[in-house]
């Protein structure tokens, strides 16, 4: 999982307010209920020391989104008055989680969310589509494109001016999918979608896929279930792309820990938390590997203003030029030296690879 959409959130210098909140609307008077959980997720920031400024500039986003159905949940950063990043994930907690601290701390979001494969999904017909892009942090952007619908539907054989009705029709549904695939590969790019699906329309489907830039056309899917008639909401879409969604997720499990095994042998590979920490320091971890086991709140690591200043304790990285060493917890602490150092993170089950710890790193050069 790419963490450089966390960068931004390293550049506060006063305290930041993290919170995870379940803002699922599938039951009645759920507005109701969302209030009340932010009324104390508030109360809870506010007694942890986060500022009413900070505390009104959230109160102005937490449960905007309305529009997003089903379980969800939502995620929020915000420091010095402002709001950091506001972003709804898919898996909701039971009720909210918040933090304050020099870092913020994305592991509850992460961990819950599981499988992290940015992707896109069209569903087309000869007029439109419906898109959705996900990104690998769970946020979600839909878009709806409707065309021409003038002529879209080709005349029986013999009709009247028959060759030129099919001609006009034939243009009309090629201009309307010219324009949702520029939509379609633009969610596509900005996303960094591993997973390009589209569903819809049999007959126009694939014209659809053509459509698509190489670079993108090259992770499409066509999918056999879904449409945008009415009724169709009930179609095993969900099921058939969760199917490849988890094929890419095996994938990136996969490999990973197929390298740190291979790094066995050269000494490009490492395990536990005192080799992790002595690894990002050097900018030497090319992915780090989270299983059961990481450490929890209760392990500490000392942190200076920049990610690679990490260390296992004060004089370490005084040792290093830091002059004021912060303590903070180990996990919020290893995340921001992956994002800002440009490493990757893939969340491992338990039984594929139990590490030291529960950390491991595939290194980008060998110690």
């Known amino acids: 999982m790419d963490l450089?959409?966390?960068?931004?959130?390293?550049?506060?210098?006063a305290p930041v307010a993290s919170l995870y909140i379940n803002t699922s609307r599938d039951e009645e008077d759920t507005d109701h209920a969302v209030?009340?959980?932010w009324d104390k997720a508030r109360d809870e920031l506010r007694e942890r020391g986060i500022d009413e400024?900070?505390?009104?500039?959230?109160?102005?986003?937490?449960?905007?989104?309305?529009?997003?159905?089903?379980?969800?949940?939502?995620?929020?950063?915000?420091?010095?008055?402002?709001?950091?990043?506001d972003s709804t994930v898919s898996v909701p907690p039971q009720d909210h989680v918040v933090r304050a601290?020099?870092?913020?701390?994305?592991?509850?979001?992460?961990?819950?969310?599981?499988?992290?494969?940015?992707?896109?999904?069209?569903?087309?017909?000869?007029?439109?589509?419906?898109?959705?892009?996900?990104?690998?942090?769970?946020?979600?952007?839909?878009?709806?494109?409707?065309?021409?619908?003038?002529?879209?539907h080709k005349v029986r054989e013999g009709g009247y001016h028959h060759k030129q009705m099919q001609r006009a029709v034939d243009?009309?549904?090629?201009?309307?999918?010219?324009?949702?695939?520029?939509?379609?590969?633009?969610?596509?790019?900005?996303?960094k979608a591993e997973v390009v699906a589209v569903a819809g329309e049999t007959s126009v489907r694939g014209d659809l896929v053509q459509r698509l830039p190489e670079r993108v056309r090259e992770r499409a899917v066509e999918l056999e279930s879904g449409s945008r008639a009415p009724g169709s909401e009930s179609s095993?879409?969900?099921?058939?792309?969760?199917?490849?969604?988890?094929?890419?997720?095996?994938?990136?499990?996969?490999?990973?820990?197929?390298?740190?095994?291979?790094?066995?042998?050269?000494?490009?590979?490492?395990?536990?938390?005192d080799s992790i920490v002595h690894a990002l320091q050097r900018g030497q971890v090319e992915t780090l590997l989270w299983s059961e086991g990481f450490p929890g709140p209760e392990r500490k690591l000392w942190i200076g203003p920049s990610g690679e200043q990490i260390a296992l304790n004060a004089q370490e990285l005084?040792?290093?030029?830091?002059?004021?060493?912060?303590?903070?917890?180990?996990?919020?602490?290893?995340?921001?030296?992956?994002?800002?150092t440009g490493?990757?993170?893939?969340?491992?089950?338990?039984?594929?690879l139990a590490p030291e710890d529960g950390v491991a790193a595939v290194l980008r050069f060998a110690t």
């Open 318 to 340: 005084r040792d290093m030029g830091v002059s004021d060493p912060i303590e903070e917890e180990a996990g919020p602490a290893l995340l921001r030296s992956v994002s800002t």
């Open 4 to 13: 450089t959409f966390l960068q931004p959130l390293y550049e506060a210098s």
């Open 53 to 85: 400024t900070t505390l009104d500039a959230m109160d102005r986003v937490v449960g905007t989104t309305e529009g997003v159905p089903g379980p969800h949940g939502q995620v929020v950063y915000a420091a010095e008055g402002k709001v950091l990043l």
């Open 35 to 37: 209030r009340v959980r």
């Open 171 to 191: 243009e009309q549904v090629g201009h309307n999918l010219d324009h949702v695939a520029e939509v379609f590969a633009e969610l596509a790019d900005r996303s």
């Open 236 to 273: 095993p879409l969900e099921e058939e792309l969760d199917e490849h969604l988890d094929r890419q997720a095996e994938e990136h499990v996969r490999d990973a820990v197929e390298a740190f095994r291979r790094g066995d042998s050269d000494g490009s590979s490492a395990e536990g938390l």
């Open 101 to 152: 601290g020099t870092l913020p701390d994305p592991l509850p979001a992460l961990a819950a969310e599981g499988r992290h494969v940015p992707h896109v999904l069209a569903v087309v017909d000869s007029i439109g589509a419906d898109l959705i892009a996900v990104y690998a942090d769970g946020r979600k952007v839909a878009r709806r494109i409707e065309g021409e619908d003038k002529p879209v």
């Open 343 to 352: 490493a990757v993170l893939v969340r491992v089950p338990g039984q594929r």
